[in-house]
Each structure stands twice: as C-alpha cells, then as structure tokens.
C-alpha cells in the first residue's frame, strides 16, 4: 500500500516474519523512480554509494538499490512514519527542545555527507524524516554529488530551500548549510527566507523573489517571538544572509554551522 507521507511514488513494504532475520525491521520505505538516460548520468548517486553511506547513523539507511535495464530506479529504505513538517506539526511534538534536536541531527548529517565529499543539494523540509521515537534522518540523496562534479551539472534542488548562489549556479558546501537554515527557517516562520507573508502567484512576485535572494536584500530576521534559542536564532539568522565566500570561511574556521554549540 502507498504510503501518504511519501510522494506517489515511495511505497510501504511490509516484510513476512519468515523471510526477516534477526533484529530486522518489518516495515520497509520502496522508492521507484523512472530515470531518463541523463538523470543517470547527472543526478542520481551510484546505488553502491547510497549504501555505503549507511555509515551515518543521520542518515536514512539503505538495504539495496539499483537501476534496472529500463531505467527504473529502486530503493529499498528504512521505513519513518513522518516528514519533518508532519512530525511538528502535531502540537506537544512542536516545541524548541524538539526543533533544536532535530535541527542538530541533520546538521550531523549534513556534516557526515561533507566529510565524504558529498553535497546534498536538496535540502528541504520533506527530505528530513523522522522516526517514532522523535530521531531525525536525511533523506532522498538522488540529487547527492560530489564537488568535483559539480561544475558538469545543471542547477538542482527546490527554488525555496536554494541558497542564492546555486540559484546561479554555483555549488559549494555552504549551500547545504544554507538550506538546512532555510528549513528550519521555514518551520518557525512558515515560508522560506527572503518570501513574503502572503501567497506568491505571480511571475514578477517570483522574479523579486529571486532577486532578494541573490542580492541579500529584504531578510526577515527570525526573532524570540519566532524562535525562543538565541543561539539557534543567531545561527539561522546569520546563514541566511551571508554571501556564500563568507559562509565557506566560517565553516573553514570553526565549522560552527554543523556543530552542538547550537
């Protein structure tokens, strides 16, 4: 049976007791995705890759993938019940020791992919998913790539969640970080950074949009009435409105946008 929390085309596996071995999971998350012959070549991780990166325990785990001969992609994932956004929106699950917990395992995550030489690039909240115990995992690593790769791609990821440079192209490590900050901008605010309060529906909303963000301009800061952690507020805050050359160097000098002191 299809499962709601997941696009139309991630399914909800349930394994016999028979055929599980030991300390095995029932339940089972299958992806199927049909690929053209230059999301093979462009998008999507190798499905060895994928599992090798079951190392990371923020990182959803994969028991086998693959691509069959009419470019069918499949993978057989951990199973979570809920998305960030269904998680906290079921009131006594939103509150700020939850969203600091959360943000904080994904930014683990987040770090794990960059020590492997990995970039996201879509970042957003319905690729983090959560648990039944309340843990959080990153998910969807289909548009995951290297940096020395980046160069030969074409821009990726969900216009809402892209740090500015990528929205030009440009592909860093510190655009991860940027759309982690956007996410968890979204949760507290509601829409994504540099959007305004009402609903975009026109193609010049879109353009100034867009032309906020790569200039910087018109930020709405996150303040205690939105977000009650100083730290985490400064942390988001600060993100979102530096220039990616300056994001890179605070990460290259204390990499505090990945770590606990959140």
């Excluded at 693959?66 to 951990?78: K, T």
């Excluded at 440079?165 to 860093?172: A, D, H, K, R, W």
């Excluded at 949009?209 to 910087?216: A, H, S």
């Excluded at 930020?219 to 939105?226: A, F, G, I, R, S």
């Amino acid at each position: 049976a299809a499962s709601d929390v997941y696009k139309r085309q991630v399914f909800l596996a349930k394994k016999k007791d028979k055929y599980r071995v030991e300390n095995e999971p029932e339940n089972f998350a299958i992806k199927l995705q049909k690929l053209e012959l230059a999301d093979c070549k462009d998008m999507f991780l190798e499905p060895t890759t994928l599992l090798e990166l079951n190392e990371c325990p923020r990182i959803i785990k994969c028991f086998f993938a693959g691509i069959s001969v009419s470019s069918l992609m499949y993978i057989c994932m951990e199973y979570c019940p809920y998305t960030l956004k269904t998680f906290l929106d079921i009131p006594k699950n939103r509150n700020m020791q939850n969203i600091k917990k959360l943000f904080l395992q994904i930014a683990e995550g987040v770090k794990y992919l960059h020590d492997q030489g990995f970039m996201h690039r879509d970042i957003k909240l319905a690729n983090i998913l959560v648990d039944s115990n309340g843990d959080a995992y990153l998910a969807d690593l289909g548009l995951t790539k290297t940096l020395e790769t980046w160069k030969n791609s074409t821009a990726k990821g969900t216009p809402c969640f892209m740090a500015p440079e990528v929205v030009l192209g440009i592909y860093g490590f510190e655009g991860d970080l940027w759309s982690l900050c956007a996410t968890f901008y979204f949760v507290f605010k509601n829409k994504g950074p540099y959007y305004p309060d009402s609903k975009v529906e026109t193609y010049e909303q879109n353009v100034e949009i867009l032309t906020n963000k790569v200039e910087y301009k018109n930020y709405e800061q996150l303040t205690e009435k939105n977000c009650k952690d100083p730290i985490l507020r400064e942390k988001i805050n600060d993100t979102l409105t530096k220039k990616d050359e300056d994001r890179k160097s605070s990460m290259n000098r204390s990499c505090l946008l990945y770590t606990s002191d959140a």
